[in-house]
């Protein structure tokens, strides 16, 4: 790989990945987000992906569980490929996956209990009343909410929607979690209510947890390992250390937030932008 980035992968195959990617490139029309990217995610570490807005963070992980298709290349989940299987099949596959997308949307007209409720009713045809009424309690109880059954999402603040969303992840007991931007758009103390919780439920669940972010705080806190996603290939992978000294200009720019002198050349060429006036973790999707 460039730039001497290591992916876990054996030579022989997929390695010990829960999920590997093998030479995935992904494009819409002549968009190239995704060029001939291969990865290894570990079994029960957490990987955060990190990179600026745009740069196919979503798309990766929505490829993890073919939400999206590979234009070429291969996903693997346990050394099953399933970027090939029909949708039906790929049901059976998401079961063990809990997500957390961008928004985290909840059913505004469901209360908190019928919203975590929703996967269950999706994937098994229960009539055990009592049993889903205890898995909703113990899932809101692992992210602080038990007593909130009731609500609707109306009634909640920003933060509280984003636990509820992930009691709903966590419902099946996922073997592994996707987060997309867990803590964009909430205030530092919020957004840190939001890394402990993502590390308590790693440690809890013992599952493989996969997090998608721009924020560098959450990244060096939660993170075994972080991959840079840059022109649609890895620039860096490794762990916190690793990416803090990373010398590749990019990865440095983007970890101590500042913009590159193309990017200004451009903002300035087109109006009134000045110097240092804003910052790449000021752009929000
Ligand atoms: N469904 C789609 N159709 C066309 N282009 C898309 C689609 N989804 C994402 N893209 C494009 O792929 C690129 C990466 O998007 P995304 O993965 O959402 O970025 P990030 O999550 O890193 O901010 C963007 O240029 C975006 O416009
Ligand atoms: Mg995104």
Known sequence: MENGEHNNQTADGNGNGIIVIKNLTKKFGDNIVLDNISLSIEKGKTTVVIGPSGCGKTVLIKNFIVLLRPSSGEIYFKNKRIDNLPERELNTIRIHYGFLFQGGALFDSLSVAENIMFPIRQHYNTTDWGHVEDVIKTKLAMVGLDGFQNYYPANLSGGQKKRVALARAIALNPEVILYDEPTTG?????????????????????????????????????????????????????????????????????????????????LRASGSVAKAQFLPRDFKE
């Open 186 to 266: 909430l205030d530092p103390i919020r957004a840190d209510i939001i890394n402990e919780l993502v590390l308590k439920l790693q440690r809890e669940l013992g599952a493989t947890t996969v997090v998608v972010t721009h924020d560098m705080t959450s990244a060096y806190k939660i993170a075994d390992r972080i991959i840079m996603l840059h022109n649609g290939k890895i620039i860096a992978d490794g762990d916190a250390e690793h990416i803090r000294n990373h010398p590749h200009p990019v990865v440095q720019q983007f970890i101590t937030g500042q913009v590159s002198e193309d990017d200004l050349a451009v």
